[in-house]
């Protein structure tokens, strides 16, 4: 560790970054915490003395009397859509009560996510509202002891109990792949995020439960579970458009991977029908046949608020309630295709 003064005044989140621990766990020293190992609290002590750090009195006693009228979000990724209809969900609920809501995004890196809360933490938000990242948020019983309460989104709480508001990607799945094994179809292909993303997983599983209840087989190369962007999407369907015996239509878990799967056909050519999770704007004027799951992403965003709301406000709601669980129907749309003057076709069509 540096032993020369950094000159100026210091701030926690410098003395986090010397000490290279969260600014939670600084806040923690600084209060005589005794959740904090001897080694961290070794090496903030010394940071606190590089840098001549001293606590803003004066600030921490107005802190500890007032609300500071803020709520963090933390989201996996900032290019999707849903994001900020989330988000608006959120703010309508909270800006009424005088709430203002501190967003971040982890791009789905887990160890961004925990930064991301102690950075929150250390900001004194009353409440968090988290898409995981990760596999657990064990976490966050040390970054966070004795609150401030947080709400999972999307995904549900693993290694802590917390409350949770979700879709039902179950549901929705195995009633989209239902829909196109209606139409026929028995070549459907899948493009889908990470299996170690709940949303994914749960969506393939709803996914493999229809064709399995149908009895129709899905072959391995037939799917692709790794992306989590427009040009990995793209660059997966083109995979699936190339077999010797490409899908007749492909199931999509989330419109990225929808909208990925949409440019491939376009650039090959090739007529399919495409079926994915998330609805998106001109879904409905698009040149192929499009099936979405729409579910109503700012509801989630109320329901999330409310229940971070009720547990800000203790009483009856306080961190001693068993952990609550909403989840958020879906509904399967499916937009026709319009016609598209001289596009060509390598002759996929659905099967009877």
């Known amino acids: 560790m540096e032993t020369a003064r950094v000159p100026g005044t ?17 806040s923690r ?19 606190v003395k ?20 803020t709520v963090g979000l933390i989201v996996t990724n900032l290019g999707n859509p849903f994001y900020a209809a989330l988000a608006l969900g959120i703010e309508a609920e909270l800006a009424p009560q005088g ?8 791009a789905g890196d887990p160890a961004s996510e925990r930064d991301a809360v102690g950075d929150l933490a250390s900001r004194q938000v009353e409440g968090i509202i988290l898409v995981p990242a990760g596999p657990t948020q064990a976490y966050l019983a040390e970054e966070l002891p004795g609150g401030p309460p947080v709400v999972m989104v999307g995904r549900p709480p693993s290694g802590i109990d917390a409350d949770c508001v979700l879709v039902d990607d179950f549901g929705g799945a195995h009633a989209a792949t239902n829909a196109l094994l209606a139409a026929g179809h028995r070549r459907i292909g899948f493009l889908g995020n990470p299996p170690s993303v709940y949303t994914g997983s749960e969506r393939y599983r709803g996914f493999c439960a229809a064709l399995e209840e149908a009895g129709v087989p899905l072959p391995d190369d037939y799917v692709r579970r790794a992306q989590q962007d427009l040009a990995s999407a793209e660059a997966a369907a083109d995979q699936l458009l190339a077999l010797p015996e490409p899908p007749t239509a492909i199931f999509c878990t989330n419109n990225r991977n929808t909208i990925g799967a949409y440019r491939a056909l376009r650039r090959n050519q ?17 040149t192929v046949p499009v099936t979405v799951v729409t579910y109503d992403a700012e509801s989630l965003g109320r329901h999330a608020a409310r229940l971070l709301a009720g547990r800000m406000a203790g009483g009856d709601v306080d961190q001693s309630t068993l952990p609550r669980r909403i989840v958020v ?11 598209s003057a001289g596009t060509a076709s390598r002759g996929v069509r659905a099967e009877a």
């Open 10 to 26: 210091p701030t926690i989140r410098e003395v986090a970054a010397l000490a290279q621990v969260s600014a939670m766990t600084v």
């Open 29 to 47: 020293v600084l209060r005589g915490s005794p959740t904090v190992s001897q080694t961290n609290r070794e090496r903030v002590e010394a940071a």
């Open 50 to 69: 590089v840098l001549g750090y001293r606590p803003n009195a004066v600030a921490r006693s107005l802190r500890q009397r007032h609300r500071t009228g």
């Open 99 to 106: 709430r203002r809501v501190m967003l971040t995004n982890t």
């Open 270 to 286: 090739v007529v399919a029908t495409i079926s994915g999770f998330d609805d998106f704007e001109l879904a409905d004027v698009l």
């Open 329 to 339: 129907p879906t509904t399967v749309v499916t937009h026709a295709a319009l016609p």
